[in-house]
């Protein structure tokens, strides 16, 4: 069962998977599954409900839904542990933040063709940290959808434990 955080849905009955059918299966995303990003979920699932809320989001302000829900499906794909190679890297390398998402783009473009969109979009969704004001309205969307998401990452999961001891207690 595919959902987005704090959704409802099922999401491969829901127009969004319209759009991102052809490429969440493949075995570049499937890899994603096994590696913890954010403590709380697996990269995979961030990249779903990154997807899935800039699909949204993009729909209701008329502006490109479909670019929003692959890009955002495809923004976070590399493979390595951020926290090792912040922690491992030489002084003057690029951090994490800076440089994922050029490794993303790269990944992204052996699964899929990307437009100039959602290359934009995967390679700048952590503007401002990266260089280069984003070129389109999406990229803004996705880099605040990203943001949103890592914070209900890390919030639900405890929210939910003080709410289960909560109702233990009553």
């Known amino acids: 069962m595919l959902k987005a955080i704090c959704s409802k849905k099922e999401l491969t009955i829901h127009s969004y998977y319209d759009h991102i059918g052809d490429i969440i299966g493949c075995q570049e995303l499937e890899r994603l599954k096994e590696i913890t990003h954010h403590i ?3 990269r995979f699932q961030h990249c779903v409900n990154v997807s899935y809320y800039s699909f949204l989001v993009c729909r209701k302000l008329k502006l490109n839904a479909r670019s929003a ?4 499906l495809l923004h976070d794909l ?3 542990n951020r926290k090792e190679y912040n922690s491992s890297r030489l002084k003057g390398q690029p951090s994490h933040s800076s440089n994922h998402a050029a490794i993303a783009s790269k990944n992204a473009r052996r ?3 990307l437009t100039p969109m959602e290359k934009d979009m995967i390679e700048k969704h952590m503007w401002p940290v990266t260089r280069g004001l984003p070129s389109y309205k999406e990229t803004y969307v ?3 959808i990203d943001k949103y998401c890592a914070v209900l990452e890390f919030c639900v999961p405890k929210l ?5 001891a909560l109702s233990r207690r009553s």
């Open 78 to 80: 590399f493979y390595y």
């Open 142 to 144: 996705i880099t605040v």
């Open 40 to 42: 709380s979920t697996t």
């Open 160 to 164: 939910k434990k003080v709410g289960s």
């Open 69 to 72: 829900a692959r890009a955002g």
């Open 111 to 113: 699964v899929t063709a």
